[in-house]
């Protein structure tokens, strides 16, 4: 069974950056796509950006589309998602998760999440 921490969540300013974190544990992220979502309190949970396990494949949403960057280290096991440009409604819950199917974006279930980091942009 695979397990997900997320880190690198906490408190920035408008246009500052952070770098979010989603290590994995009990497999190898070789055979998982991993997606990251997030939460705004009062919201619907949406995706942000995903990597599909063999091609490594990335997608973004268009609101992150040139400010975010998801990218993955199989020798650490860890996916990353590096927040650029971060707006007042990029504040939100941020959770990874992964599926072992090969596709990521779209209407996939995801079988496994981590606990989620909190990122607050505000001034």
């Known amino acids: 069974q695979v397990q997900l921490v997320e880190s690198g969540g906490g408190l920035v300013q408008p246009g500052g950056s952070l770098r979010l974190s989603c290590a994995a544990s009990g497999g190898s992220m070789d055979y998982w796509s991993i997606g990251w979502f997030r939460q705004a309190p009062g919201k619907e949970r949406e995706a942000v950006s995903c990597i599909r396990r063999a091609l490594g494949s990335t997608y973004y949403a268009d609101s992150v589309k040139g400010r975010f960057t998801i990218s993955k280290d199989n020798y650490k096991n860890t996916v990353y998602l590096q927040m650029n440009s971060l707006k007042p409604e990029d504040t939100a819950v941020y959770s990874c998760?992964?599926?072992?199917?090969?596709?990521?974006?779209?209407?996939?279930?995801?079988?496994?999440w981590g606990q989620g980091t909190q990122v607050t942009v505000s001034s």
């Open positions: 998760a992964a599926r072992p199917g090969s596709g990521c974006w779209g209407p996939y279930e995801y079988d496994y």
